[in-house]
């Protein structure tokens, strides 16, 4: 639950971010309504990734097929806030389209990024935890035999 909050909370600052990016260099006399964007932009982001949950539930042996899956279905979630909330009168739709494959592939690039330093954290902590098993039992055999550990 955790990471969820944390992955919602990030994907909405990155898209706010992005957001603020494309209309100050397509439109840059364009005022933003920020505090309903923020909200709106937020709640895509709660239906998107818990979403992605329920997509996650079944996964594909095809790492393509799930990123396009994944892809597809946030640029669907996109374009329907987009119909209700008439984000396309202010930003086009391929806008919407770049963002999400764009905000898709950073985070695919931090979700890798981050288990692979979990991996070898965990894989210095078994080294150190067998390294430590072997000089117990080294220390044990000596105990055995009656000689002196100092």
Excluded at 44 to 56: D, E, F, K, R, T
Excluded at 95 to 109: E, G, K, Y
């Amino acid at each position: 639950m955790k990471n969820l909050i944390i992955n919602i909370m990030a994907t909405t600052g990155l898209s706010v971010i992005m957001l603020t990016s494309f209309i100050r260099i397509l439109i840059p006399g364009f005022d933003l309504p920020f505090n309903d964007t923020v909200l709106l932009i937020f709640s895509a982001n709660v239906v998107i990734h818990l979403g992605l949950l329920v997509i996650h539930k079944f996964e594909s042996k095809y790492l393509a097929v799930e990123v396009l899956l994944d892809i597809a279905y946030t640029t669907a979630v996109l374009v329907v806030f987009g119909l209700l909330f008439d984000w396309f009168g202010v930003t086009p739709i391929w806008i919407l389209v770049v963002m999400a494959a764009t905000i898709h592939i950073i985070s695919l690039f931090l979700y890798v990024t981050r288990y692979r330093q979990e991996a070898n954290d965990i894989n210095k902590l078994l080294k150190k935890r067998n390294k430590n098993k072997r000089m117990s039992k080294n220390k044990l055999l000596l105990n055995m035999e009656g000689e002196r550990l100092i």
